[in-house]
């Protein structure tokens, strides 16, 4: 960026006669015809200067002496082209030269002010800041409740003193700025962002500042489609500063990619019906996640949208809320976008993002602003592929017509094996969890084997939790005996379908019946579960092997102790893993890599723990009571019903 706009961090360089002079030409050139103005403004706008005459030397020093401190450097240097300045920003219409300058002393009764919303056991750093209000060098002489202070106590090597500015009208903490030069920074920029804004009445707002920050601006939207993410980043976040448009709607793009959400909302580009197709949904989806079925905010940000694009926005929202959102593009990549979404929806997630990343270089974006593909984040099946490692290997890889260098490819989330279920899982939720491996067949057609009746079919693709929450919700009956399994399921690697139920219900060896051989007609079939017994903390392990129909071999180790049946293969003897010397997790993974290792199969950690699956009911892993077995069995009538 040009030397007058960009980051600069070298005060005593600082050329504060080029950027004052500039400031207040903008300022004269912005204001409306036949206005009328104060006469100072007035007078201002002639002399196209908002500033003042230069403090000489000797007045400088006078003030220091009568404040009996040394002004820090920044301060010093402004005062010494102008002393004071008129309309720093949109808020404070006066800042104080050298005669106006004084310790602030708690006259606004904002140090009691701060001190009472203190806690008890508040840090020193927070009482500190806290108390600036007492030792504060107040700047501030004419402003809309806006509070200006040069901290004495907040000073850095080059010995500038931090500033902090406070406005009662506005719900934030003061803000601390490095120096009294990047405090004026601040202000000009304020300053353009507000009359960037503009309205009928005010002349456009062009000028030499402004076409050099959207030709960056421009620059910036290439640099991220070539990959250069970081520095388009950078170049459009200090644009938006300015209120440059498109520089905000720009950069939402690649923050949310990066798996930011906060304060992300498109602006000026997802009410442009060109790219509501993509916007909207991310932006919807993040509402719906935090709104609680408020949605008087979501239309706040759809602000100047016809009713087009707000009915379609409505429609959006009804679909995250009930799942059943589908993300779509056009060409090649949209073909991509539902081979991704099979993989996934089988739980190959590391497979469908290598063919979202692989189709990328072919992606059409919807028009010139248009960055990267953004509406898959929305769809529940595709959005959980997004990480922040992932995020930035999209925005690193060339697309939209541009070339640059493709990125190495992110590491996969899946280990492609079985051991990762003996690891604690990131709430230690998971104690306990049984799965099914079923030989040669497709996932769908696992109800058929595991479920009683031919009409049991796949519920739509949601999480774990949701599915469970849902299927209480939904069942009448509760019965002690009954063990219906609520499975997730999904491909178990090549040639292999899997059942997964993470939070089964207790293990009752007496009572316990594998539906292994059910599951194996024509096939093999492996059933594993393992947890902890809720009665005495011990772990238990079962694992069943059947193949067309009959169990072949299995055993479990319960209470210390191994039952086993069958002729049970060398690698998966209990012998090798339940010793004198078992110590739980370390046995239950050398078990899991066994069952790996004989079978070839392996569960995807991703799909299971953060994706969305397909789910169903499984006939109950417990057999019928016997004459003379008591059990429970809950009914419950809801009105109507």
Do not use: C
Not at 33 to 46: K, L, M, N, Q, Y
Not at 374 to 393: F, H, K, S, Y
Not at 434 to 459: H, I, K, Q, S, Y
Not at 481 to 493: F, I, K, S, T
Request: proline share 6%; glycine share 10%; net charge negative.
């Amino acid at each position: 960026m040009g030397g007058s706009i960009g980051n600069m961090t070298d005060t005593t360089a600082f050329d504060w006669r080029s950027f004052l002079l500039r400031w207040s030409g903008e300022w004269a050139d912005s204001l409306p015809d036949g206005e009328t103005r104060s006469a100072d403004d007035e007078a201002a706008w002639r002399a196209r200067w908002l500033g003042f005459p230069a403090a000489p030397e000797e007045r400088i020093a006078a003030m220091e002496e009568r404040l009996g401190r040394r002004m820090p450097p920044s301060y010093r240097e402004f005062l010494e082209v102008s002393d004071g300045w008129r309309h720093a920003g949109g808020f404070v219409w006066l800042l104080a030269g050298t005669e106006d300058a004084h310790w602030h002393d708690n006259e606004s009764g904002l140090a009691d002010m701060f001190e009472e919303y203190l806690d008890e056991d508040a840090d020193p750093e927070e009482r500190r800041e806290a108390d600036i209000w007492r030792r504060g060098l107040q700047l501030d002489v004419e402003s809309d409740a806006t509070h200006v202070l040069l901290d004495p106590e907040d000073v850095d090597e080059d010995g500038e003193w931090a500033v902090y500015t406070w406005a009662s009208w506005l719900a934030e903490p003061p803000q601390r700025h490095a120096n009294f030069l990047e405090f004026m920074r601040d202000r000009y920029r304020e300053f353009h962002s507000l009359r960037a804004q503009g309205s009928d009445e005010e002349p456009v707002f062009v000028n030499d500042t402004t076409q050099e920050l959207d030709s960056m601006v421009e620059e910036a939207r290439l640099e991220a489609l070539r990959g250069g993410w970081e520095r388009a980043g950078e170049v459009l976040d200090e644009a938006k500063e300015y209120g440059r448009p498109r520089a905000a709607g720009l950069g939402d793009q690649i923050r949310r990619l990066l798996g930011e959400t906060y304060m992300v909302y498109f602006d000026g580009l997802v009410t442009d019906p060109q790219y509501a197709a993509e916007l909207l949904p991310p932006l919807v989806a993040e509402h719906a996640a935090h709104s609680y079925r408020d949605d008087s905010t979501l239309t706040f940000h759809l602000r100047g949208a016809d009713d087009g694009l707000v009915s379609l926005a409505y429609a959006t929202l009804d679909q995250v809320r009930n799942g059943t959102y589908r993300y779509t593009a056009a060409g090649p990549f949209g073909e991509a976008v539902e081979r991704a979404r099979e993989l996934a929806r089988w739980g190959d997630t590391d497979g469908a993002w290598r063919t979202l990343r692989d189709a990328l270089p072919l992606w059409e974006p919807l028009g010139p602003d248009h960055l990267a593909p953004l509406g898959w984040v929305a769809d529940p099946v595709l959005g959980p592929l997004l990480t922040p490692e992932r995020g930035r290997e999209l925005l690193s890889t060339p697309r939209g017509g541009q070339t640059g260098e493709v990125p190495g490819p992110t590491a996969g989330l899946d280990p492609g094996d079985l051991a990762w279920l003996a690891e604690p899982d990131p709430g230690n939720n998971r104690t306990s969890y049984r799965f099914v491996l079923v030989e040669g067949v497709e996932p769908e057609e696992l109800p058929g084997r595991l479920a009683d009746g031919d009409g049991t079919v796949l519920n739509e693709p949601i999480t774990f939790w949701e599915a469970r929450r849902r299927s209480l919700h939904e069942r009448r009956e509760f019965s002690s005996y009954d063990d219906r399994a609520l499975m997730a399921v999904g491909r178990a690697g090549t040639g292999w379908s899997f059942a997964f139920d993470g939070d089964p219900a207790p293990f009752d060896q007496r009572r316990f019946v594998s539906p292994a051989a059910a599951a194996s007609e024509g096939t093999r079939a492996v059933v594993v579960w393992s947890g902890l017994r809720k009665s005495h903390g011990e772990r238990f392990v079962h694992l069943s092997v059947a193949r067309d129909g009959a169990e072949q071999y299995a055993f479990t180790y319960a209470d210390g102790e191994v039952r086993s049946s069958g002729e049970i293969p060398r690698p998966l003897d209990p012998s090798r893993f339940f010793g004198d010397l078992a110590d739980g997790v370390g046995t239950e993974r050398s078990l899991l890599e066994a069952v790996a290792g004989e079978f070839g199969a392996h569960l995807p950690r991703h799909a299971i723990v953060n994706g969305r699956l397909h789910t169903f009911a499984t006939r109950s892993w417990t057999r019928p009571p016997r004459d003379g077995e008591t059990y429970m069995v809950i009914r419950i009538h809801h009105e109507g019903s």
